[in-house]
């Protein structure tokens, strides 16, 4: 009879830090979800410098250049190498 006291108390104890335990989680799952509310979200279309290709002329946004020798860039490897081809 002991022992089934010791185990009630030990299984409501377990009970008990299981439901902190859950409650701590769903605090932080609303937390973060807050901070994601809260977060200004990153614009698709961000301003970019536009760059021209010193071969063909086109313009294309800084990411996709390809920079070639000095302050050159280019659209592509195949301009890039053309230009240096002369
Ligand atoms: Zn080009």
Not at 40 to 68: E, F, N, Y
């Amino acid at each position: 009879m002991k022992y089934l006291l010791v185990l009630a108390v030990l299984w409501v104890a377990i009970w008990l830090w299981r439901k902190n335990r859950r409650e701590e989680m769903r605090e932080a799952e609303r937390e973060q979800a807050a901070a994601r509310a809260q977060r200004p979200t990153a614009a698709p279309s961000a301003p970019q410098a536009m760059l021209r290709c010193a071969h063909c002329g086109v313009h294309l946004p800084a990411s996709d250049a390809i920079a070639g020798p000095g302050e050159t860039v280019y659209c592509s490897a195949a301009h890039r190498q053309a230009a240096e081809r002369g």
